[in-house]
Nanobody
C-alpha cells in the first residue's frame, strides 16, 4: 500500500519559515517526479512546486518563486518543501504528490497519482 505522509505544518507569523516533509512508503519514487500543491478553504487545489526524479529540474508557481525551495532525498524516499518569508496568503492545506509515470513531470493535479493527506500551514499577519 502506497502512502505519502506529510509533516511539518503549523502556525507561523508572517515573515517566518517552515519546512514540510513528505515521506513515501509502499514503493520507491526515485524515478518519479514529486510535487507540492495547496488548497485554501473555498478554493481549488493549486500547484506550488515540483521536482524531477533526480532533482535536476524544478518548477515553481510564480507566487512562491524565490521564497520556497523543493528538494528530495531518494535514499530516504522523501521530498521537502522549505518555505521562507511566509505570507498570510500562503495559508492552506499543503499536499504532497507523486507521479506514477516514470520521469514524467507536470504542474497539473492530473499529472500526479499518489497524494498525501495534507498538512495545515497557517500564517498570521
Amino acid at each position: 500500500q502506497v502512502q505519502l505522509v506529510e509533516s511539518g505544518g503549523g502556525l507561523v507569523q508572517a515573515g517566518g519559515s517552515l519546512r514540510l516533509s513528505c515521506a513515501a512508503s509502499g514503493r520507491t519514487f526515485s524515478d518519479n517526479a514529486m510535487g507540492w500543491f495547496r488548497q485554501a478553504p473555498g478554493k481549488e487545489r493549486e500547484f506550488v512546486t515540483a521536482i524531477s526524479w533526480n532533482g535536476g529540474s524544478t518548477f515553481y508557481a510564480d507566487s512562491v518563486k524565490g521564497r520556497f525551495t523543493i528538494s528530495r532525498n531518494n535514499a530516504k524516499n522523501t521530498v521537502y518543501l522549505q518555505m521562507n518569508s511566509l505570507k498570510p496568503e500562503d495559508t492552506a492545506a499543503y499536499y504532497c504528490a507523486a507521479a506514477a509515470a516514470t520521469y514524467a513531470m507536470g504542474r497539473s493535479v492530473s499529472s500526479y497519482t499518489y497524494w498525501g493527506q495534507g498538512t495545515q500551514v497557517t500564517v498570521s499577519s
